[in-house]
């Protein structure tokens, strides 16, 4: 197909896949601009050149040296591309503040990195340089598009600066991570005094980046059509719900897609047994391998709860131990990867201990893991208090293992629940309920064991879920139609 469009979009953000991942954010900061980039957007990434993203790039070259940032000395702008999709990077090169041992915003003791304000606004900064009239680049954006509270700076600083200037998109990934600091770093920052009001950057007596972002940027978008109405109350807005209220015409919810090069039962590199709707036997397999893997009893009929989180309030799995005494009551297994508050890592490695044949936890990030559970796996849990859009519940569903979800943000509209209308009418991929509680997930966990008992049953879901469409196709269409239409309005 011919390109549609040259429209020129810098995608600004603090991680992506395969480079530096600790959540969804970095699968989307690779999958969309590879589908915007096949219907002819001129996509641009910019990332912070941490140490592991300078290993994994030995091709970059030099773009640009930046001299003015506000920052102290100079700061190179590197070009590479993106591994497998070829996708344009422009890295960041500023070894004191990026190049260092331990994640991109925390340490090796889990404490945010002290001067997050000062490596976020230097990201923020270059989007806004690449977006104005002073950028060093013969290229120039029509629109930089920023990703939470890490870019959410850039908009502020366009605003501020001289036209003419990229048209700009916050788009929020998780309200819960808002960059908060202290109000005196908006002038050191580089932001006019003026800047910090209720109309600005200030958020309740403090500076806040994703504030910043949400008052400042043109449009504003977030990763599902139900978050982006969840956002605009209580408590899901936390604190913005009033202003993301008032911008409600400047607010639109785009579902997440997946990758479905990396994530295909058909294909997947990390799987030992290839399978499709068609053929399921490979999915056996795989749970065999799974089970001998984790050392649990290598039984095919014991349905197996798989998760793949990170272990926060955010993702409900606080609810789940309180119900492990009546699920091992039944031939259940449950098989645990993730990390994150520790008193919930040590609740599952105990849980695992005490019930070595039934019970699995994996404290740590492992993707090859993670492939083999959504694969191996019968169920899989998804009990978040609030999920913005989610993607293991559209993995698990290619996957053929039906998910357990609580209908919230991306997780209401990406699965359909097995009620008899649905299973008549051939659209339920799993199962959804209505109350993150321990009552609420556990009459959920049961009602998907009871269908899970009926094979004909069973098999249906998983066809119907595998059968669906989530690639980004769709999505990156309705990024492209709303970038052209901001570009209209201002
Ligand atoms: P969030 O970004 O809120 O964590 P998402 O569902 O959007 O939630 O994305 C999480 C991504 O991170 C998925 O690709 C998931 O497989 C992956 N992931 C989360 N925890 C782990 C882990 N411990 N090991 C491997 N992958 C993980
Ligand atoms: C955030 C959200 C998650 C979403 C991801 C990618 O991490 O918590 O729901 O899927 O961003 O947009």
């Known amino acids: 197909?011919?390109?549609?469009?040259r429209l020129k979009l810098l995608f600004v953000t603090p991680e992506v896949t395969p480079l530096v991942k600790t959540g969804g954010l970095a699968d989307v900061s690779a999958a969309l601009p590879a589908a915007l980039r096949e219907l002819g957007v001129d996509v641009r990434i910019l990332l912070p050149g941490y140490s592991?993203?300078?290993?994994?790039?030995?091709d970059k070259r030099l773009a640009a040296k930046l001299l003015n940032t506000g920052f102290h000395g100079e700061v190179q702008l590197l070009e590479a591309a993106l591994p497998d999709s070829g996708v344009p990077l422009l890295v960041i090169d500023y070894p004191q503040f990026y190049e260092r041992d331990g994640g991109p915003y925390?340490?090796?003791n889990g404490h945010d990195w002290v001067d997050n304000a000062q490596r976020f606004a230097l990201l923020s900064k270059i989007g806004a340089i690449l977006g104005g009239p002073s950028s060093p680049l013969d290229w120039r954006p029509d629109i930089v598009q920023c990703?939470?509270?890490?870019?959410?700076?850039t908009p502020a600083y366009l605003h501020f600066s001289p036209p003419p200037g990229a048209a700009t998109i916050m788009t929020?990934?998780?309200?819960?991570?808002?960059?908060?600091?202290p109000p005196l770093l908006t002038t050191a920052l580089g932001l006019p005094p003026s800047s910090y009001s209720v109309n600005g950057v200030e958020y309740y007596g403090q500076l806040s980046f994703l504030k910043a972002g949400v008052f400042y940027a043109n449009h504003i978008t977030t990763v599902s059509p139900t978050y982006a109405e969840e956002i605009q109350e209580e408590p899901l807005g936390f604190g913005m719900q009033g202003l993301l209220d008032h911008r409600y015409l400047d607010l639109t919810g785009i579902v997440n897609g997946i990758d479905i090069h990396e994530w295909n039962p058909a294909t997947d590199k990390y799987l030992p047994h290839h399978y499709s709707a068609d053929d399921l036997s490979g999915k056996a397999a795989n749970k065999r391998t799974l089970q001998h893997?984790?050392?649990?009893a290598e039984n095919p009929d014991i349905p197996l709860l798989g998760v793949v989180s990170r272990l926060t309030y955010q993702k409900g799995l606080d609810l789940l131990p309180a119900i492990v005494p009546a699920l091992l009551g039944h031939p259940v297994q449950i098989?645990?990867?993730?990390?994150?508050?520790?008193?919930?890592e040590e609740e599952f490695i105990a849980l695992a201990q005490a019930h070595p044949d039934q019970i699995a936890a994996v404290i740590g990030f492992n993707e090859g893991l993670s492939h083999l559970i959504e694969a191996g796996a019968d169920i899989f849990l998804m009990p978040s208090r609030f999920e913005p859009c989610g993607l293991n519940q559209m993995y698990s569903q290619c996957y053929g293992t039906p998910p357990v979800v609580h209908a919230t943000g991306g997780l209401r509209d990406t699965v359909v629940d097995a009620t008899p209308e649905n299973m008549n009418n051939g659209t339920a991929t799993g199962f959804v309920?209505?109350?993150?509680?321990?009552?609420?997930?556990?009459?959920?966990?049961?009602r998907a064991l009871d269908a899970y008992g009926d094979k004909n049953r069973w098999n249906r879901i998983q066809v119907n879920g595998m059968r669906r469409d989530f690639s980004w196709n769709k999505s990156a269409r309705e990024y492209l139609a709303l970038y052209e239409e901001v570009l209209q309005r201002i």
């Open 147 to 153: 990703n939470d509270w890490q870019s959410g700076l």
């Open 335 to 344: 098989v645990i990867l993730g990390s994150g508050e520790a008193a919930l």
């Open 106 to 108: 925390i340490d090796h």
């Open 433 to 446: 309920f209505n109350h993150a509680t321990v009552h609420g997930l556990q009459a959920c966990i049961t």
């Open 1 to 5: 197909m011919l390109p549609q469009t």
């Open 172 to 181: 929020i990934h998780n309200m819960a991570f808002q960059g908060i600091f």
């Open 293 to 296: 893997k984790l050392g649990l």
């Open 52 to 58: 592991r993203v300078m290993e994994a790039l030995p």
